[in-house]
Nanobody, 118 residues
């Protein structure tokens, strides 16, 4: 069983920055693809960014150039650096881990609230 704990959500003004963290219960990065999703009120959960290695990352078009996903293997922690935040980035952000081979092994964090508002 993998446990994921997010942190870093906050209220921030438009144009501001935040860094989200997701800490896993153990060294899973070698076997799991990691990702950030978000869900705004009344909307479906959407993929924000994913990472399989430092050179293998993907982003939703809406966040390209503003968000950066990364991970620290030694700390079992994944990050999402969010810059130039917009009100439409307001959502609950979730950390996700999916096994690279046994894809039914998928885990979610509890979510962290990001609110972008003046």
């Amino acid at each position: 069983q993998v446990q994921l704990v997010e942190s870093g959500g906050d209220l921030v003004q438009p144009g501001g920055s935040l860094r989200l963290s997701c800490t896993a219960s153990g060294p899973i990065f070698g076997n799991y693809a990691m990702a950030w999703y978000r869900q705004a009120p009344g909307k479906q959960r959407e993929l924000v960014a994913s990472i399989r290695s430092s050179s293998n990352t993907n982003y939703a078009d809406s966040v390209k150039g503003r968000f950066t996903i990364s991970r620290d293997t030694a700390k079992n922690t994944m990050y999402l650096q969010m810059n130039s935040l917009k009100p439409e980035d307001t959502a609950v952000y979730y950390c996700n881990a999916k096994h690279l081979v046994f894809t039914s092994r998928e885990y979610w964090g509890q979510g962290t609230q990001v609110t972008v508002s003046s």
